[in-house]
């Protein structure tokens, strides 16, 4: 089983509000490495049932703000 099933983990993104957005990346490596490692520190560090939330929203006409929040301990300020 993979570690979100492993720690009863729930995925929270909308698919139909964001089924148009394009990224300009080199798609490799923000999937595989950028991606990848956010949302594995994000299962990591997240407690047993509950939830990460990916959301996304424009910051003006030409950047996007994708937001990954996990509901874990938290790092200190």
Known sequence: ASELEKKNL???FD??????????VEPVSFKNQVMGNIISNAIKFS???????????????????VEIKDHGLGMPQ
């Open 10 to 12: 729930k995925i929270n």
């Open 15 to 24: 698919y139909e509000k964001n089924k148009g957005l394009q990224l300009l």
């Open 47 to 65: 407690h047993m049932g509950s939830h990460i939330d990916i959301a996304s929203y424009p910051m003006n006409h030409h950047y996007h703000v």
